[in-house]
């Protein structure tokens, strides 16, 4: 089991910027990739961004791809999504996830590709 808890979420005006964080613990050996997913209300959750485990390799959806930018740190075993020009339609609760294995045929893209999550952040941009 991986267990894993956001932080860092909160209110922010549309373009400033916020700075989530995740913590993972437990059978963390295991994992192969990190992935942030965001949720609005009345909506399906959806990508944002993913990064590798070993070699920090990165992808990001569209909507946010030159505004965000995901990170990792090994030895503290934390993963980050540093947002920027934040917009209200970036409004949603933000949630870590954790995948085992590799990322094939764009799995760590997918909400399904993932095996653990944490409770999710709130993040609300207002206009």
């Known amino acids: 089991q991986v267990q894993l808890v956001e932080s860092g979420g909160g209110s922010v005006q549309a373009g400033g910027s916020l700075r989530l964080s995740c913590a993972a613990s437990g059978r963390t050996f295991n994992v192969g990739f990190m992935g942030w997913f965001r949720q609005a209300p009345g909506k399906e959750r959806e990508f944002a961004a993913t990064i590798t485990w070993s070699g920090g390799s990165t992808t990001y959806a569209d909507s946010v791809k030159g505004r965000f930018t995901i990170s990792r740190d090994n030895v503290k075993n934390m993963v980050y999504l540093q947002m920027n020009s934040l917009k209200p339609e970036d409004t949603a609760v933000y949630y870590c996830?954790?995948?085992?294995?590799?990322?094939?045929?764009?799995?760590?893209?997918?909400?399904?590709?993932?095996?653990?999550w944490g409770q999710g952040t709130q993040v609300t941009v207002s206009s």
């Open positions: 996830a954790a995948g085992l294995g590799y990322c094939l045929q764009n799995r760590c893209m997918r909400a399904a590709g993932y095996d653990f």
